[in-house]
């Protein structure tokens, strides 16, 4: 698949909704539909000395530019393939004395890309980043105010001499950025380390249980020659078949929320009203409110959810701490307090079993955590859609959870079934599911052993868990 290749998909009038980009031939599960390269992407600050401003890898010992001694890189490789979109914005952070928010970072970088490509990037780009949706008049008044601000630090940053632009037109940018921003994380998929613009992807609409998923796909990074680098692209892959002019979607929100909730957050950051079937039907809402199978009261419920809510707040708090076995005590407290009253499908009930497991596994207490993983895992089956990539990350932790705990059997099963969804959502060429191929690899050769000699596999698990050479 060539990037930026949109030979498999077309931009249509999808009524209310707008624009929005339709399949032009019939689609497999696990097909990369198009892939993109950034318009324009900045690292997140937090993290500006950690993740290569070129790659997005996050590691250590980064190269710092020697100019503006605020980027940095993994190597001359990255430097120069990324010195292009980094030339002007050098200049601008060494005259300020001081790089800016990646806000307007991100907003200086799309402008220098606009004035230098004058239109589109490139022959697959299907409409300007001019023209995407900027919502800057459905904005409240709290986030104008911002967008204002933003503006305001803008235009000082924004070098003197240069084509100047008026405050609306900026104001304009910042809307587009607002809400049409891509989080991109690091290559292993498992941390958010920036945002950027991909202005094929924003053509795609919302649906809560939609027919595709987008990834962030590093590719190689080990090419020599800087012209040979992949850029830090994304790939929409379908999710399912999906047919000839069928309109495709992703979701712009985490569906583990009741519809209203979902709805909610769309209408505040995406200023639209979802009416996706999943939405109108109220789909799986009763599932994540669900009482336990003991019926108990409208009353206990609403008490139970409550004080779930409270403790969820605690274990933060602890989490943030550093405190984990105070984390560990108040997510068994409130699991208690839960067992009788919410469903093991209740999304409150979901957030506890999830930091239960994480926190034993951390504590190595491994038996247990597989237990709760179990139960979580359990629970996401029944709401989430059968290929949804948290779904299979998910699945993933709970099979290296059963793994560490001696349950190679039930730890060999989830592998597998979190490699065949990491499949379709990531590829195979994923750094993600490279890894999990190896894992599978490994856990298929030690299941064989376990049902070869039970004892001698034994003997061998414990030896190495006494000498532990790396941590998965």
């Not at 539909?33 to 590691?59: K, T, Y």
């Not at 980064?62 to 605020?70: D, E, G, I, T």
């Not at 070098?159 to 587009?176: C, M």
């Amino acid at each position: 698949m060539t990037v930026g290749n949109m030979e498999s998909a077309q931009l249509f009038d999808a009524g209310e909704k707008g624009r929005g980009l339709r399949a032009t031939r019939e689609i497999n599960a696990g097909e990369v539909i198009f892939s993109e390269p950034s318009f324009s992407a900045v690292v997140f600050d937090s993290l500006f000395s950690q993740v290569c401003h070129s790659c997005f890898r996050q590691q250590a010992q980064l190269h710092r530019c020697a100019q503006c001694k605020f980027a940095h890189y993994c190597n001359r490789t990255c430097q120069t393939a990324c010195w292009d979109e980094h030339k002007q914005e050098c200049g601008a952070i060494k005259k300020a004395g001081t790089a800016p928010s990646e806000n307007i970072r991100l907003a200086a970088r799309v402008l220098w890309r606009i004035h230098k490509v004058s239109g589109l990037a490139s022959d697959s780009q299907l409409v300007s980043v001019d023209q995407l949706e900027d919502h800057v008049a459905d904005l409240s008044k709290e986030d104008l105010d911002e967008v204002n601000t933003d503006v305001q630090t803008f235009l000082k940053y924004w070098s003197h001499g240069r084509k100047q632009h008026s405050a609306e037109y900026i104001a304009h940018l910042f809307g587009i950025i607002k809400c049409n921003g891509f989080t991109l994380s690091d290559q292993r998929g498992l941390q958010a380390v920036g945002v950027g613009l991909f202005p094929n992807l924003c053509l795609v609409n919302h649906d809560c249980w939609p027919n595709c998923t987008v990834i962030l796909n590093h590719g190689s990074q080990t090419a020599v020659s800087s012209a040979l680098h992949s850029q830090r692209r994304i790939e929409l892959r379908a999710l399912r078949r999906i047919s000839e002019f069928e309109e495709l979607t992703v979701s712009y929100v985490d569906y583990l929320n009741v519809s209203a909730d979902r709805q909610r957050k769309l209408k505040e950051h995406f200023h639209f009203d979802c009416t996706c079937e999943h939405c109108r039907q109220r789909a799986n809402d009763d599932l994540m409110t669900a009482g336990a199978d003991s019926k108990p009261s409208a009353e206990k419920l609403k008490e139970v959810a409550a004080l779930s809510r409270e403790y969820l707040e605690n274990i933060e708090t602890a989490r943030v701490n550093g405190d984990y076995h105070e984390v560990l005590r108040l997510c068994l407290e409130c699991l208690q307090q839960q067992e009788d009253v919410l469903a093991d499908t209740h999304l409150l009930k979901l957030r506890v079993l999830s930091v239960t497991s994480e926190v034993l596994s951390f504590l190595k207490s491994f038996s247990e955590a597989a237990a709760y993983a179990h139960r979580m895992v359990e629970g996401y089956k029944k709401l989430y859609h059968p290929n949804n990539a948290q779904l299979g990350m998910a699945i993933m932790r709970a099979g290296i959870t059963h793994w560490h705990a001696g349950q190679i059997e039930a730890g060999h099963a989830m592998i597998c079934k979190a490699y065949g969804i990491l499949m379709v959502t990531h590829g195979p060429s994923h750094a993600i599911t490279r890894d999990l191929e190896s894992m599978r690899t490994q856990t298929e050769m030690e299941l064989k052993m376990f049902r070869d000699n039970k004892h001698e596999y034994n003997a061998m698990r414990d030896a190495a868990l006494k000498n532990p050479t790396k941590a998965v």
